[in-house]
């Protein structure tokens, strides 16, 4: 008996339970995206491998809709993490008898979820079960194997099938195909051989765009390849591509990757001077980079600075900020960023403020560590008893 028809019997109960919180009735009717959602809250706490198919199941999720494959990624996420491959296989294979899932965008997908959870070989079977399941094995469905071997860091497979595949299968790469491989050569340090795929590119009159080079300066970056990245930018002006500003955050996250934050500094200078209007991802990699240089001050700046020119931060840029402010004891600080934060319904993990709390503490501010523990009561109701601990142990 298969997995999934085990599953069937043994949690019976379980599926009538997802599937009254997912169906549609008279009194709580849920439309598709709406059950997306509730079956996306229950696949994120649940444990349980065979329940989580269960729910994805309830709520027929499928790749045609962005919320379905968001869900679909999650609950492919958990299995994989857990180790339950079996379950990944017999799911997807599941989904593949469903006759309205015979399509390219649903072959697509599924060989993305494989590679999410590292099972190359089967996304390949896939590829190769496009005959009959009555899809044509297209650029696009290439593209998405060649994406699924990136997820999985399995760059030599990527090499395999960028140069087998397309003669074997009769398939003419496109734009799209070549970036793949130039991203995959630019993760795996190789990006030096992106060279050659340029030069059969310029031979197909396939003209580069912003991606391709974003990922040659990702990875000439990572492999501190600085003569190549003044390459780079030849080839830019060759093809006719002005820097933007795209092109510029790259290149700062790469400085700052490097932990050369005043270098990726002076090409934010280098922006402003030239009329170019920076952006919040400009300013979230600059404040990440010199916070990790232990440069507090100049990030603070730097904070300060993005507000000012209308810039908005996002979580992640004031998670990270009250992070390395806590580390560095910066208290007064951190404290101002995470009001700030959390009046933005933003609030830090346990770990960062229960250490923000404790430094409020330990330089005798009780009273702001105590209205700190309150408002995060009010907002997070998760791990009020460890709060009510360490408000109990506060002087």
Request: aromatic letters at 10%; glycine letters at 6%; proline letters at 3%.
């Amino acid at each position: 008996m298969s997995l999934i028809s085990r599953l069937r019997q043994a949690s019976l109960s379980h599926h009538r339970r997802f599937s009254t919180l997912l169906s549609q009735d008279s009194t709580t009717p849920l439309f598709s995206k709406q059950k997306t959602r509730a079956a996306l809250r229950l696949i994120k706490t649940e444990k349980n491998p065979s329940r989580i198919v269960e729910i994805c199941k309830a709520a027929s999720l499928t790749p045609e809709a962005h919320l379905d494959r968001i869900a679909l990624s999650v609950a492919i996420t958990k299995l994989y993490e857990s180790n339950h491959f079996e379950f990944i296989r017999e799911f997807i294979d599941d989904l593949k008898s469903r006759p309205d899932l015979r399509t390219e965008r649903f072959v697509s997908h599924a060989m993305v979820l494989y590679g999410q959870a590292k099972m190359i070989d089967h996304a390949i079977r896939t590829f190769e079960q496009c005959d009959e399941l009555g899809v044509t094995r297209s650029v696009r469905v290439l593209n998405s194997l060649i994406f699924a071997c990136i997820l999985a860091k399995n760059y030599k497979e990527v090499n395999r099938v960028f140069v087998s595949f397309p003669k074997i299968y009769g398939i003419e790469p496109d734009l799209d195909t070549y970036n793949w491989v130039i991203k995959a050569f630019s993760e795996s340090g190789s990006t030096s051989s992106a060279y050659s795929i340029l030069a059969e590119m310029d031979r197909k009159g396939v003209k580069p765009n912003s991606a391709t080079f974003s990922s040659l300066f990702s990875g000439f970056y990572l492999e501190e390849r600085f003569e190549d990245v003044g390459k780079v930018m030849k080839l830019m002006e060759k093809y006719g591509f002005r820097p933007g500003v795209g092109t510029y955050n790259t290149r700062i996250h790469g400085l700052c990757k490097l932990k050369k934050a005043g270098e990726a500094k002076a090409l934010l200078a280098g922006m402003l001077s030239k009329g170019m209007k920076p952006n919040s991802v400009t300013y979230s990699h600059l404040i990440h980079g010199f916070c990790k240089e232990g440069k507090l001050d100049e990030a603070k700046k730097l904070f300060k600075e993005m507000v000012h020119r209308g810039c908005q931060p996002d979580s992640n840029c004031y998670f990270t900020l009250v992070y390395f402010l806590c580390q560095g004891k910066d208290f007064e600080s951190a404290l101002e960023v995470s009001k700030e934060s959390i009046d933005k319904n933003w609030v830090p993990n346990f770990s960062t403020m229960k250490s923000l709390v404790e430094g409020l503490a330990s330089e005798s501010k009780i009273s702001e560590a105590r209205e700190l523990i309150s408002v995060i009561k009010e907002k997070i109701t998760a791990n009020v008893d460890l709060w009510n601990e360490i408000e109990a142990g506060l002087p």
